[in-house]
């Protein structure tokens, strides 16, 4: 399919050899607005961080399209509280790659 922006291939996903995800196979299309929904449990954010590749699949694989840029925000017990960043940081964080190690913020 030549309009997919991720694809799938007998992907299973999971933590210390217990699979969360079993032989995962399709599509993501570009420009396609897709929600990943489910019970608590099911494996939603373990998919999500195979895809941005934090977690290394036990078998198969995420294909990305060239030039697809993906991005995760952990949940919130994920993250680290005690870590000290003010919101126009993160949001910023956003701008690195146009503005790369030494550039500057403006206003645009």
């Not at 897709?34 to 941005?52: F, H, P, Q, R, Y």
């Not at 060239?66 to 919130?76: E, F, H, M």
Request: glycine fraction near 12%; include cysteine; aromatic fraction near 6%.
């Amino acid at each position: 399919m030549t309009n997919a922006c991720l694809t799938f291939r007998d992907l299973t996903l999971g933590y210390n050899s217990h699979p969360a995800i079993h032989h995962l196979n399709g599509t993501v299309r570009k420009g396609s607005l897709t929600a990943v929904v489910g019970a608590n449990g099911s494996g939603k954010s373990t998919l999500m961080k195979g895809i941005v590749g934090v977690l290394k699949p036990m078998e198969g694989t995420v294909v990305r399209a060239p030039g697809v840029r993906t991005a995760y925000l952990p949940q919130q017990s994920e993250l680290d509280r005690s870590f000290p960043a003010r919101v126009v940081d993160l949001v910023s964080l956003g701008l690195w790659p146009k503005r790369g190690m030494l550039g500057r913020y403006t206003k645009e």
